[in-house]
């Protein structure tokens, strides 16, 4: 086994939930194969937090990624999208390797504060992420910005509402 | 306006908590039915179904319509569509986020994994 050799077998995908908690409250969990070191590596150090934030399906490129990750320390992101720029920005409040990170988002006055808990269990590390809007007005509308890129199908809400039968609206 | 959409946000949610309402909808899906039928199909009595049904109603999940003396169920689709797209949008950011983070968290580990053989040497 050397380390350049791509694995043959792709293991299952875990999968990610996605809940609202409240009017102001959604919480995403996902479970990763690794220890909860690699996976806080992977969210607090620039180079690697890029690699991922920014799924290509989005359409979206990141022009700028600058992260202080202590607490009062700053984190920036530009990202330039259909010929648009967009900004995020905000301050870490809670930084605890590898258990628990919290930061702010900043860029505007709807922007919820972040809450990621890294736990580990049997060489696997669960992940909640915590959003807590400040408004409910505001969580309506999170989700809308960024991920709007992205090309909703009826296979994706079937896969959400696996309860309802695939019959085809439009 | 505003508030309007997100009351309704929660009531949608909770109309969709139970299982014999998400089973009434799956049911809707296929045909329109009558509060009789739904409630001979769930085993429940015609009060308990009425209940159900008026829950789904209230979040706009179900239309009803009072034909004669027979009240016809049908879904009210497009405000499924809206609730569920608020929580596909949610989902896809972040499932494709975290599949390109499995990529970079196997990464992590492999160079874990191939130090520690060096040193081991």
Same mark, same amino acid.
């Given at each position: 086994?050397?380390?350049?050799?791509?694995?043959? %077998?792709?293991?299952?995908?875990?999968?990610? %939930?996605? #809940?609202?908690?409240?009017?102001?409250? !959604? !919480?995403?969990?996902?479970?990763?194969?690794?220890?909860?070191?690699?996976? +806080? #590596?992977?969210?607090?150090?620039?180079?690697?937090?890029?690699?991922?934030?920014?799924?290509?399906?989005?359409?979206? %490129? @990141?022009?700028?990624?600058?992260?202080?990750?202590?607490?009062?320390?700053?984190?920036? @992101?530009?990202?330039?999208?259909?010929?648009?720029?967009?900004?995020?920005?905000?301050?870490?409040?809670?930084?605890?390797?590898?258990?628990?990170?919290?930061?702010?988002?900043?860029?505007?006055?709807?922007?919820?504060?972040?809450?990621?808990?890294? #736990?580990?269990?049997?060489?696997?590390?669960? @992940?909640?992420?915590?959003?807590?809007?400040?408004?409910?007005?505001?969580?309506?509308?999170?989700?809308?910005?960024?991920?709007?890129?992205? !090309?909703?199908? +009826?296979?994706?809400?079937?896969?959400?509402?696996? %309860?309802?039968?695939?019959?085809?609206?439009? | 306006?505003?508030?309007?959409? *997100?009351?309704?946000?929660?009531? *949608?949610?909770?109309?969709?908590?139970?299982?014999?309402?998400?089973?009434?909808?799956?049911?809707?899906?296929?045909?329109?039915?009558?509060?009789?039928?739904?409630?001979?199909?769930?085993?429940?009595?015609?009060?308990?179904?009425?209940?159900?049904?008026?829950?789904?109603?209230?979040?706009?999940?179900?239309?009803?319509?009072?034909?004669?003396?027979?009240?016809?169920?049908?879904?009210?689709?497009?405000?499924?569509?809206?609730?569920?797209?608020?929580?596909?949008?949610?989902?896809?950011?972040?499932?494709?986020?975290?599949?390109?983070?499995?990529?970079?968290?196997?990464?992590?580990?492999?160079?874990?994994?191939?130090?520690?053989?060096?040193?081991?040497?």
């Amino acid at each position: 086994m050397n380390a350049s050799k791509k694995s043959e %077998t792709t293991p299952m995908k875990n999968r990610t %939930t996605v #809940e609202r908690k409240s009017e102001r409250e !959604v !919480v995403v969990t996902r479970t990763f194969n690794a220890p909860a070191r690699l996976v +806080f #590596e992977a969210w607090t150090r620039p180079e690697l937090f890029q690699r991922w934030w920014v799924p290509k399906s989005m359409g979206m %490129t @990141l022009l700028s990624c600058a992260m202080d990750v202590r607490v009062g320390g700053q984190y920036r @992101l530009e990202f330039s999208f259909q010929g648009a720029q967009a900004v995020f920005f905000g301050t870490y409040q809670e930084v605890t390797p590898p258990s628990r990170l919290v930061w702010t988002n900043e860029e505007s006055e709807d922007g919820a504060v972040t809450t990621v808990t890294f #736990e580990e269990k049997d060489g696997q590390t669960l @992940l909640v992420m915590h959003e807590l809007y400040p408004s409910k007005e505001a969580l309506d509308a999170a989700g809308t910005g960024a991920s709007e890129a992205l !090309v909703e199908t +009826f296979g994706q809400l079937d896969e959400l509402l696996p %309860t309802l039968g695939a019959r085809a609206v439009r | 306006m505003v508030q309007y959409q *997100s009351n309704r946000i929660t009531a *949608s949610f909770a109309a969709l908590s139970d299982a014999t309402r998400r089973g009434v909808l799956e049911q809707l899906g296929h045909s329109d039915a009558s509060i009789t039928d739904l409630a001979d199909k769930f085993h429940l009595t015609l009060t308990g179904m009425k209940k159900h049904v008026n829950v789904l109603e209230q979040a706009g999940f179900v239309i009803t319509e009072k034909v004669g003396r027979v009240r016809t169920c049908k879904l009210g689709l497009r405000r499924l569509e809206e609730e569920a797209a608020w929580i596909a949008r949610y989902h896809q950011l972040w499932a494709a986020r975290f599949n390109a983070l499995d990529d970079v968290i196997e990464e992590l580990k492999h160079q874990e994994q191939f130090h520690e053989r060096k040193q081991k040497k």
